[in-house]
């Protein structure tokens, strides 16, 4: 994992805005229409090479493909995995459950456009839980070092995703396994050919797990706060099973607390998960602070010690606004968590979560999503030059 002392460098966590051709496809599919997959497969590759261009354009350093040949961040393990079927229905967040009238006009919102939904018909675990072939992941590594190699260059160090086993754990109900440490288990172990084989075609691996503040409000919004850190701990601990054969050093993990426009007021904070999500035995925190909810939290990284060669990647934009960040604004963020960490050298700016996490769900226009990067870039330059790193 890149460290610099010359200037703050910028990534971002993950998915991109992908194509409304793309995107149509993407949700005929999980609504069961038949589609022409070969029309996916070469719409996917397209998509890929734009988004890295575009990501190089804005002056993003540690870049990735954007997600692009998937239909959302988790929901694709139902193509790689076997064990999945039948269909349930998520019950809603607190904090949406507790506002009637933003319940109303997020459904009718979300009604005037297509989408791959992350909340209804979603599969469960009626089946072992098996990795069906490493070839299918190989070959979304192929096709990202394909398109890196045709645009001539590329990022400093380029990243790629995959779950957490918790997220899918909460999203797909077991009605398989005797208990869910068990189904935790069997997703640890398919997830790690995913994890082995990103880390072994050269790749930083970032794991999204936003089960690790998520599901306080979702899950165990009726329970106890203990039984919910007991269920984070849990998952870090699949987590570090799964990563055993991969170095430290090229791992981060994203934690947040939904990619949705809505209260939030029912949110845990952020120092009653920090001691569990610390446990992860990685190289990077990726965090959000650039929402209006969890914005002060960066006061909490004080509790977050680094080791040698750990970093934070500090969410300075926000991915649910098309208001455009002021780089000043961006600057001021980074140099606010920068105090804290002690180390600028230790902080890299990100994005609070994904563009577009589940297709078609994102809220920000393509066009901003650049300007969003690009604002993101000019900030941490500006932070750069205030600490006195040389450039």
């Known amino acids: 994992m890149l460290i610099s002392k010359d200037r703050i460098l910028t990534t971002h ?21 038949a589609i022409d997959e070969a029309a996916l497969e070469a719409a996917g590759k397209a998509s890929t090479r734009h ?35 039948g269909s349930w229905i998520r019950r809603p967040m607190a904090d949406v459950a507790k506002y009637p009238g933003y319940r109303a006009w997020a459904a009718e919102q979300e009604g ?6 992350n909340r209804g018909a979603l599969p469960m675990a009626i089946g ?14 192929d096709e990202f070092l394909a398109a890196l190699a045709e645009i001539g260059g590329g990022f400093a160090e380029p990243f790629m995703t995959a779950p957490s086993p918790g997220i899918i754990a909460a999203a797909l109900r077991n009605e398989h396994y005797d208990t869910e440490d068990a189904y935790l288990h069997a997703l640890g172990q398919a997830l790690r050919v995913e994890y082995e084989a990103i880390v072994g075609a050269g790749f930083l691996l970032q794991i999204d797990a936003p089960d690790l503040a998520l599901e306080r409000h979702v899950s165990y919004q009726d329970r106890p706060l203990g039984d ?24 981060r993990i994203h934690a947040c607390w939904g990619n949705y426009e809505a209260p939030h007021d029912c949110d ?3 120092h009653d998960i920090l001691p569990a999500i610390s446990q992860a035995k990685v190289g990077g925190w990726v965090l959000p602070f650039a929402n209006p909810r969890h914005a002060h939290e960066y006061r909490c990284l004080k509790d977050l010690p680094l080791d040698d060669g750990q970093i934070v990647i500090a969410g300075v934009i926000d991915p649910l606004t098309n208001f455009v960040e002021h780089p000043e604004v961006v600057a001021d963020r980074l140099e606010r968590v920068v105090q804290v960490v002690g180390d600028a050298s230790r902080v890299q700016a990100g994005t609070d979560c ?32 205030r600490l006195g790193m040389p450039g």
């Open 13 to 33: 966590t993950g998915s991109l805005p992908r194509p409304a051709a793309l995107t149509e496809m993407y949700a005929s599919r999980a609504d069961g229409e």
């Open 128 to 141: 072992a839980v098996e990795y069906l072939d490493p070839a299918l992941v190989k070959a979304e590594c």
């Open 112 to 117: 005037a456009r297509r989408s791959v939904s």
């Open 228 to 251: 919910f850190i007991d269920f984070a701990e849990r998952v870090v601990g699949t987590i570090n099973q799964a990563l055993e054969n991969i170095p430290r050093d090229r791992v």
């Open 268 to 270: 845990v904070d952020l």
């Open 51 to 85: 988004v890295v261009r575009q990501q190089l354009a804005a002056g993003i350093d540690v870049g990735n493909n954007g997600e692009q040949q998937r239909e959302a961040f988790f929901l694709y393990v139902r193509r790689r995995m076997s064990g999945f079927g």
């Open 354 to 385: 994904g563009f577009d996490t589940s297709a078609g769900r994102g809220r920000v226009a393509e066009d901003v999503v650049w300007a969003k990067l690009r604002a993101m870039a000019e900030g941490a330059e500006i932070a750069s030059k």
